[in-house]
């Protein structure tokens, strides 16, 4: 005769269940949030123009597009004139773009920012995150790395700005068609693609192996 324990398979359905649900709500490429998570808030974060910023500053946008980028990476460079371009085509629109850097070093500080955002002629808030806490907190890993969101401020879309280094060369653009999607009041089609570009320095913390 078998005796099984009632207690041992309730338990054992229990953990089942709760690794299904990890594995359902697990972003691809992002260690840190899910598409339809609240967007981490920032706050204070000094501006190339002289300004505090934070999130809820935007409240007035129908939607915020958040960019992990930096002065020294030339994946990032290539991208400023797309970002340009994505922030003036949209802005009257009331979408905000807004550029965050996080990497460490002299290059990359906001003295060198500030220099970099008046060589391109940046029109977007363009924000120094020197202690990586917004980097970190959004699961950035790469510059560019690209945030969409929502109304809610929830994360509607996550990863690369679009699928091509070159702009002559690309085909999809993923920022773009999850800003027209949710402007028209649909879900986007595509919510979650790898980032490309050049790894964020972070710095290690406590307890980092």
């Known amino acids: 005769m ?5 207690v041992s398979v309730t338990v054992l359905l229990a953990l089942a269940l709760v690794l299904l649900a990890v ?14 998570d609240k967007a981490p808030a ?13 999130l809820a500053d935007f409240a007035d946008s129908k939607l915020v597009v958040v960019a992990f980028t930096c002065n020294t990476c030339p994946m990032a460079k290539a991208y400023e004139e797309r970002f340009i371009a994505f922030d003036r085509e ?3 629109q009331g979408v905000a773009f807004v550029a965050i850097n996080c990497n460490p070093g002299p290059a990359d500080a906001l003295l060198a920012m500030k220099e970099r955002a008046e060589e391109r002629g940046f029109d977007f808030p363009y924000l120094a995150d020197p202690g990586q ?3 970190r907190a959004y699961g950035a890993t790469v510059t560019p790395h ?10 509607a879309y996550m990863g690369a700005f679009d699928d091509k280094q070159d702009p002559a060369k690309a085909k999809r653009h993923y920022v773009r068609d999850a800003v027209e999607a949710l402007l ?16 964020i320095e972070y710095r290690k913390l406590a307890g980092d192996e």
């Open 2 to 6: 078998v005796v099984r324990n009632p």
């Open 23 to 36: 594995a359902a709500s697990a972003a691809d490429f992002n260690k840190q949030l899910d598409i339809g």
């Open 42 to 54: 920032f706050a204070d974060l000094e501006g190339t123009e002289g300004g505090r910023h934070a």
């Open 90 to 92: 949209y802005q009257d």
């Open 133 to 135: 806490n917004v980097g």
């Open 146 to 155: 690209l945030f969409v969101l929502d109304p809610d401020r929830r994360v």
């Open 184 to 199: 028209a009041g649909r879900e986007p089609e595509i919510t979650e693609t790898r980032q490309f570009g050049c790894a």
